[in-house]
T-cell receptor, first 111, second 115 residues
Framework: SQELEQSPQSLIVQEGKNLTINCTSSKTLYGLYWYKQKYGEGLIFLMMLQKGGEEKSHEKITAKLDEKKQQSSLHITASQPSHAGIYLC???????????FGGGTRVLVKP | KAGVTQTPRYLIKTRGQQVTLSCSPI?????VSWYQQTPGQGLQFLFEYFSETQRNKGNFPGRFSGRQFSNSRSEMNVSTLELGDSALYLC??????????????FGEGSWLTVV
């Protein structure tokens, strides 16, 4: 079965600084999802990557899927307090909506 | 367009009881999946329904069951509740089969506490 490992598990950044979260898969990624979660709430969709080398951006968040399709990174530029939360990567097979998730990365932004 | 709606948002049950959680997917979405989130195990897949048929199933005991109706709304049921079933249960919906590259959206979740 596929396993996803996220690093770091948590990080604290000063407001205005950049941060990067990594998601490494034990198998080839067919589709990689990034979500953000506030504690006790639902998952907010950020981005989905499917092709090796693909890169997507939304506001100050950029996600990349490496060429070999076994690792993805999420980069936040000039972090703000609103970026605080838990970031989760999820992946699955080509068909069906069964996702395996990483353990999550807890981000705290200090004003 | 309304998002994925889950009811109830919070509930408390006693060990041995059963519980039913409801999920209304985004209009037009045919796939509904359920996940359990706990501090110890993280986010784990329970099952997925597509056009009223269970298409995928996670590694959970038979006490956990679900179904999907013709309008794509879904329910999940947990019988003979155990303390370890206390968790946030999340429902997700997507328009079609993932081979088409569709996006999976999650609801706010149902918090279940078993006492």
């Amino acid at each position: 079965s596929q396993e996803l490992e996220q690093s770091p598990q948590s990080l604290i950044v000063q407001e205005g600084k950049n941060l990067t979260i990594n998601c490494t898969s034990s198998k080839t990624l067919y589709g990689l999802y990034w979500y953000k979660q506030k504690y006790g709430e639902g998952l907010i969709f950020l981005m989905m990557l499917q092709k090796g080398g693909e890169e997507k951006s939304h506001e100050k968040i950029t996600a990349k899927l490496d060429e070999k399709k076994q690792q993805s990174s999420l980069h936040i530029t000039a972090s703000q307090p609103s970026h605080a939360g838990i970031y989760l990567c999820g992946a699955g097979k080509a068909a069906g909506n069964k996702l395996t998730f990483g353990g999550g990365t807890r981000v705290l932004v200090k004003p | 367009k309304a998002g994925v709606t889950q009811t109830p948002r919070y509930l408390i049950k006693t060990r041995g009881q059963q519980v039913t959680l409801s999920c209304s997917p985004i209009s037009g979405h045919r796939s509904v999946s359920w996940y359990q989130q706990t501090p110890g195990q993280g986010l784990q897949f329970l099952f997925e329904y597509f056009s009223e048929t269970q298409r995928n199933k996670g590694n959970f005991p038979g006490r956990f069951s679900g179904r999907q109706f013709s309008n794509s709304r879904s329910e999940m049921n947990v019988s003979t509740l155990e303390l370890g079933d206390s968790a946030l249960y999340l429902c997700a919906s997507s328009p079609q089969d993932r081979s088409g590259g569709n996006t999976i959206y999650f609801g706010e979740g149902s918090w279940l506490t078993v006492v």
